[in-house]
């Protein structure tokens, strides 16, 4: 499994990124992005979604602001990420989780997004 995530950078508080995930090989059954925040240890989920379905699940704390989507023909999964606030900062990863599996087991490089106040 290739997972290649881009989009990342800098942006002031109020600002949109959109983070990119390519995946290669093969579709999986749910793609998510995954936050790593500063200082710890553990990333947790900000956003997922099912492949055949379309089904969104959003973490409390983005719903209104982040929307998750995927390009079918492409094998992709877009993070629009809008009003962005110094909490959003963090390495940002791309999972996906195979149609037998209930976890997201199979993870690319992260991207960086820094959100200045």
């Known amino acids: 499994v290739q997972l290649q995530a881009s989009g990342g950078g800098l942006v002031e508080a109020g600002g949109s990124l959109r983070l990119s995930c390519a995946a290669s090989g093969r579709t999986f059954a749910g793609y998510a992005w995954f936050r790593q925040a500063p200082g710890e240890e553990l990333a947790t989920v900000v956003a997922a979604i099912s492949w055949s379905s379309g089904g969104t699940h959003y973490a409390d704390s983005v719903k209104g602001r982040f929307t998750i989507s995927r390009d079918n023909a492409k094998n992709t999964v877009y993070l629009q990420m809008n009003n962005l606030n110094t909490e959003d900062t963090g390495v940002y990863y791309c999972?996906?989780?195979?149609?037998?599996?209930?976890?997201?087991?199979?993870w690319g490089q992260g991207t960086q997004v820094t959100v200045s106040s």
């Open positions: 999972a996906v989780r195979r149609e037998d599996d209930a976890e997201f087991r199979s």
